[in-house]
């Protein structure tokens, strides 16, 4: 069920799903039923309370909304990045190429959580650097951060024009394998981090070359996978 999971602090699990959780987004054309078996055995696995994951509407926006005490059943929020100020709300962000990263961080009410979608847009418009700036508005310290699977350097082919727009992003510039113009939004996320004093891991797997990760640009129309941070009861 999980390509990846870690411990985060003060007993927080971080993880990433693979295919063999099935698709867990609700928007690409899926059976509704289906998606929330799968979210609820998702939950068991994780150790939470039923129907308490928490997951957003994703748009490629820098938008940050915080996750407060309503269940998932209640209105989903519009943004790419969701916070919780004490770590109360198990987290979810779903993804099949662009970048899954998981947040925590003390802070005076718990450990401040967040989790975010980075793909090119988002990652030029701020969206990372939107979500620790939230999180230390929340007073999270000693921010760490978990970068997941996404398509690679070497895979994400893009035309010369959108390359240049991110010609500021430090690492975003590659070239694909057949050498083509290309973006490394891994490297690009990992010196965003880096440059905002968070202590970053990078989980291994590229979207496009793993079959056991969904990706939109080797299959679409596909699935979702999700990042995930919590606390098991």
């Given amino acids: 069920m999980f390509w990846w999971e870690g411990q985060g602090p003060e007993g927080f699990r971080v993880a990433f799903t693979d295919t063999s959780a099935g698709n867990l987004a609700l928007h ?24 308490s994951l928490r997951f957003m509407e994703q748009v490629h926006s820098a938008e940050v909304a915080v996750a407060g005490p309503a269940p998932a059943a209640e209105e989903v929020p519009v943004a790419d990045a969701l916070l919780s100020p004490d770590g109360s709300a198990p987290l979810a962000v779903m993804v099949a190429d662009c970048l899954p990263v998981l947040f925590a961080g003390p802070g005076p ?13 988002g990652l030029i418009d701020g969206i990372l650097s939107n979500t620790v700036a939230a999180m230390r508005s929340a007073g999270a ?45 891994p490297a690009a996320a990992l010196s965003q981090l880096q440059g905002l004093n968070v202590s970053v891991e990078a989980i291994p797997g590229c979207t496009m070359e793993e079959p ?21 009861r």
Avoid: K, N
């Fill in 28 to 51: 690409v054309g899926d059976d509704s039923a289906a998606v929330r078996s799968r979210r609820s055995a998702l939950e068991v696995h994780m150790g939470i309370a039923p129907a």
């Fill in 109 to 121: 009410h718990g450990v401040v959580t967040a989790a975010a979608h980075a793909g090119r847009r």
């Fill in 141 to 185: 310290a000693r921010i760490q951060a978990w970068i997941g699977p996404g398509v690679c350097g070497r895979c994400y082919e893009v035309p010369a024009e959108m390359r240049a727009e991110a010609s500021h992003l430090p690492g975003a510039a590659s070239q694909t394998s057949w050498g083509t113009p290309a973006l490394d939004l």
């Fill in 212 to 232: 056991e990760l969904f990706s939109h640009r080797r299959d679409a129309p596909t699935g979702r996978f999700a990042g995930l941070i919590w606390q098991p």
